[in-house]
């Protein structure tokens, strides 16, 4: 894979190695969900992690590593490694919403995206509870080999909105600010969620069965994939907070929504610094 220019079939054959790696690390998880697996700590104790998310990691990185040698993987659990030949990346994050997965709330996945240069080539995000696996591609996206269309809600009023926003890091950082965004959030949408997957909630704004995302504390391995998902499936995802010049996933935040929603209107617009409505440019 040393060629930077991938076509359409380059891009369905990389979706087909994330998927088999995905795939893959489906049966160890729907075992062990609900087991309650023990649970170690890595930031904080808001940031768990079990012996299945490093498992899971190195499941998918000899797949990987196998099907395209010199590929670099970085995952959230090992880092990088590989990249002999520069090209190709894969972003990995093995379990997302691992807190759910420890719990045992049905609402986690593994996301796997694939970079090449600077554009996300193919990606999945695959929900071994369900048994759903999201593809994209440069030719579309699609759930269990259905293509999604990323249609919903036209407004605030009538839309659901999915965000982690703010986590504890946010709410000591800028307390009250953050504060007043939820509330405003819970005010002006119809309804309000915190499922605690970033990638799978965004695959569900690709599929259209949520309208719109806000996310603020994320990684690159848990947009790569799923970013594609939604602009594929003609949805919205807009990076923030990212360097200038950088690239769309390693940006921290996004905001994200079904195709035909009203950004320009929406409260998410302040908290986008998108410019507001009726101001003067
Ligand atoms: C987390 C989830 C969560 C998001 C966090 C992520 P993890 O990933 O995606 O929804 O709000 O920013 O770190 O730790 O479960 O892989
Ligand atoms: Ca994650
Ligand atoms: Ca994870």
Redesign the pocket.
């Known amino acids: 894979m040393n060629d930077v220019s991938i076509d359409v079939p380059a891009s369905r054959e990389l979706a087909g190695i994330a998927e088999r790696a995905a795939r893959a690390t489906g049966d160890r998880l729907r075992k062990a969900f609900r087991s309650r697996p023990e649970v170690a700590l890595?930031r904080d104790f808001h940031?768990?992690?079990t012996e299945h998310?490093r498992a899971a990691e190195e499941t998918i990185r000899e797949i990987l590593e196998r099907e395209c040698p010199g590929s670099a993987v970085i995952g959230?659990e090992g880092g990088l490694r590989g990249g002999a030949d520069g090209a190709l990346r894969w972003y990995v994050?093995?379990?997302?919403?691992?807190?759910?997965?420890a719990a045992g709330l049905p609402f986690?996945c593994t996301s796997i995206g694939a970079v090449v240069g600077d554009r996300v080539v193919a990606g999945v995000v695959y929900d071994p509870v369900r048994d759903d696996l999201f593809t994209a591609t440069l030719d579309g996206a699609a759930c269990n080999g259905e293509p999604l269309g990323s249609t919903g809600a036209a407004g605030d009023r009538t839309a659901v909105l999915v965000?982690?926003?703010p986590?504890a890091r946010e709410l000591r950082r800028s307390g009250d600010r953050a504060l007043r965004r939820y509330a405003t959030f819970v005010e002006s949408f119809a309804t309000v969620r915190?499922?605690?997957?970033?990638?799978?909630?965004l695959a569900h704004v690709a599929g259209g069965w949520a309208d719109a995302a806000y996310?603020?504390?994320?990684?690159a391995?848990?947009v790569a994939a799923a970013l594609l998902l939604v602009r594929q499936a003609g949805g919205t995802y807009l990076p923030l907070g990212g360097e200038p010049g950088g690239q769309d996933w390693d940006a921290p935040g996004y905001v994200a929504c079904v195709g035909g929603f009203d950004l320009a209107g929406s409260v998410l617009a302040e908290a986008a610094g998108l410019p507001a409505v009726g101001s003067e440019t």
Request: aromatic letters at 12%; glycine letters at 12%.
């Open positions: 890595k940031d768990p992690v998310d959230e994050d093995p379990i997302d919403g691992t807190a759910n997965f986690f965000t982690g926003y986590n915190r499922p605690g997957s970033a990638a799978l909630s996310g603020t504390s994320v990684n391995w848990d």
